[in-house]
């Protein structure tokens, strides 16, 4: 059987529509290199969207994000550490980067408060137990050298391009992705 997730089903859970991918690089290119990680709630509506199938609930989701980054920084949670995609957390010393703490400061007095007065910060940001609440470390998509990391950079090596069955197309949107029951009972991608 073929399965099929489109954004469209997103509407239906009341999730706003996007489009990714329009970069050259894909959806790493877009938010500033900032890795985030998709909550447990968006990720439990996907699961039903996909017909209650339990490799697109937070569980395996989380277990494989932690399986494709290298994360240099703080966490409460268990992060990655030796997969293909550089994660780096900006430092938390306020004279490393005054401007995200003016930038926390600011938003906590629009929103009624301010830091000194009790909005907490977190540290990470990508951890599922964390309280919504605000941040001044960015989680970066970015090699050791500072240069940006990205799917492209983390994945596509000279020998997966060189892979006969690999195209790579530029100026194009991917609709969907076509599934097949693979080996195992895993779905195994056989088309785009």
Not at 56 to 64: D, E, R, S
């Amino acid at each position: 059987a073929t399965r099929r997730l489109l954004h469209g089903d997103m509407a239906a859970l009341g999730a706003e529509q996007y489009m990714g991918g329009r970069l050259l690089g894909g959806s790493s290119s877009i938010n500033g290199e900032q890795a985030v990680w998709p909550t447990a709630r968006l990720l439990e509506a996907t699961s039903a969207a996909a017909g209650g199938d339990p490799a697109w609930g937070p569980g395996p989701v989380y277990a494989l994000l932690r399986d494709l980054e290298t994360y240099v920084g703080n966490s409460s949670q268990p992060r990655g550490t030796s997969g293909p995609l550089d994660i780096m957390q900006a430092p938390s010393d306020p004279a490393a980067d005054p401007l995200a703490n003016d930038f926390v400061d600011a938003l906590a007095r629009v929103f009624g408060a301010n830091t000194t007065t009790g909005v907490p910060t977190v540290s990470d940001y990508n951890d599922p137990d964390t309280p919504l609440s605000l941040f001044t470390q960015w989680q970066l998509t970015q090699q050791p050298s500072g240069a940006r990391a990205s799917a492209s950079t983390a994945l596509l090596s000279p020998a997966v391009r060189a892979r006969p069955n690999l195209v790579i197309a530029t100026r194009a949107t991917a609709m969907r992705v076509l599934f097949d029951g693979g080996a195992g009972g895993r779905p195994r991608a056989t088309g785009v």
